[in-house]
């Protein structure tokens, strides 16, 4: 991929970013669109929000439900995937003993949040853990379905870990468990824009997904796709005016969903935009982006454990995706493992080479790996600079 392309962000040129994974990346274009709409909004605010949103908001659900394989009136917009994972987690009935299943792979504020609502109900958190190196999809799967019980009812799984970046193998999952009547929320964060996404088929009970990061719409925007026969027992965790309204032109899903106060649509209104946008960029469209993106993220690793030395990458090709981890030597000394974004040499390959990337301290040899990420705008001279640099910084 070109480095032209990069000019469609406004990305600082100081800066090798490497890290659209943790916050995503917003063309200028699109922007401006975002600008636009809150000009309009401002220019006359009960036109806008009161008698204009809602058929945009529509046209947006549209829009993000076709990119997504689901029916608009099966998305509730959010502002990011966290919320939508504490809307399903704080909305569950569970008794005492009743067991929710998660890896030691998942996100730290979903994990949290699942904490927190078993401890409130009485319910017990039970953690498969996956095995790293990761030798096989199969070895995932096999590791989640040995801690499912009789008491099991609900699996939280990342689509694409963060920490590992690990594509799982998301459709077998949803299938295996749900043959055992166990329910799936996915915290599909990195899903969208990232890898096709079909979630009828996929049949999974919740899917929260972000635009804001792979889709790369303005921050603020994301999703939560909940299948018909859940939504009856679903409420958004701020309970409006849909509660009580006697709309009957829409389920109570929508209208409980559709309005949670008053806020800034205009993350949501931006989704059609951005994906005409950033579809438009190569001839084959988003297939082309996606394909391209996992393409530049597996030379990169190859490259780069190549240059490390490192004898076997961390996971098959079949589990990257947009996002690729690489070992780096065991930092086992540096203990306690420093928090996200302290790492030391995360902390000098910003400071001294002006390279921006996740390098995260994990619990199992090779104990300290990097992740990197691969956008339109990241060109193959990027992970040389950046290889460039952990040769100076590691040796
Ligand atoms: C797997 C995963 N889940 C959830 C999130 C949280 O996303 P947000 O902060 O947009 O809610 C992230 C963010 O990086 C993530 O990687």
């Known amino acids: 991929m070109s480095a032209p392309l990069r000019s469609h962000w406004s990305l600082d040129p100081q800066v ?3 890290n659209h994974g943790s916050f995503g990346a917003c063309p200028t274009a699109v922007l401006q669109h975002q600008s636009e709409l809150r000009a309009r909004l401002e220019s006359e605010p009960v036109r806008f929000l009161a008698r204009e949103a809602e058929p945009l908001l529509d046209e947006a659900r549209s829009v993000l439900g076709a990119f997504v394989g689901a029916d608009a009136d099966d998305l509730a917009f959010m502002p990011n995937a966290t919320t939508g994972v504490n809307t399903v987690l704080r909305g569950l009935r ?8 998660v890896t030691d792979n ?12 078993c401890a409130a109900m009485g319910a017990k958190v039970v953690v498969a853990t996956l095995p790293w190196p990761v030798p096989s999809a199969d070895a995932v799967v096999d590791a989640v379905m040995a801690q499912v019980t009789p008491r099991t009812r609900l699996l939280l799984i990342d689509h694409i870990t963060s920490q590992t970046a690990l594509v799982m193998p998301l459709a077998e999952l949803v299938r295996r468990v749900r043959e055992k009547g166990v329910e799936t929320l996915v915290d599909g964060a990195h899903g969208p824009g990232m890898v096709p996404l079909a979630l009828r088929e996929l049949g999974a ?4 997904g972000n635009c804001h990061k792979w889709l790369c719409a303005p921050k603020g925007a994301a999703f939560l796709y909940v299948r018909r026969d859940l939504q009856a027992g679903l409420k958004p965790l701020v309970v409006s005016h849909g509660h009580n309204s006697p709309r009957t032109d829409r389920s109570r899903f929508r209208l409980d969903f559709d309005w949670m106060g008053t806020g800034d649509p205009s993350p ?5 935009t951005v994906i005409r946008f950033i579809g438009g960029l190569v001839p084959g469209g988003w297939p082309e982006v996606m394909a391209s993106n996992r393409e530049k993220a597996l030379a990169a690793r190859r490259r780069l454990d190549a240059r490390l030395g490192n004898a076997s990458p961390l996971c098959p090709e079949s589990m990257v995706g947009s996002m690729a981890c690489v070992a780096l030597p065991d930092s086992s000394a540096e203990r306690p493992a420093p928090p996200l974004y302290l790492d030391p040499l995360h902390v000098r390959l910003f400071e001294e080479h002006h390279i921006e ?6 619990p199992k040899a090779p104990r300290r790996h990097l992740r990197i990420s691969a956008q339109l705008y990241n060109t193959p001279a990027d992970y040389e600079v950046l290889g460039d640099a952990l040769e100076a910084l590691l040796r």
């Open 205 to 208: 009970a919740y899917y929260a």
């Open 16 to 18: 090798v970013f490497l």
């Open 268 to 272: 949501y209104l931006c989704i059609p």
């Open 357 to 362: 990337l996740p390098v995260t301290a994990w």
């Open 106 to 117: 998942e996100y730290n504020a979903s994990r949290n949040a699942l904490d927190v609502a």
């Open 94 to 101: 569970l008794q005492p003993g009743d067991e929710l299943l």
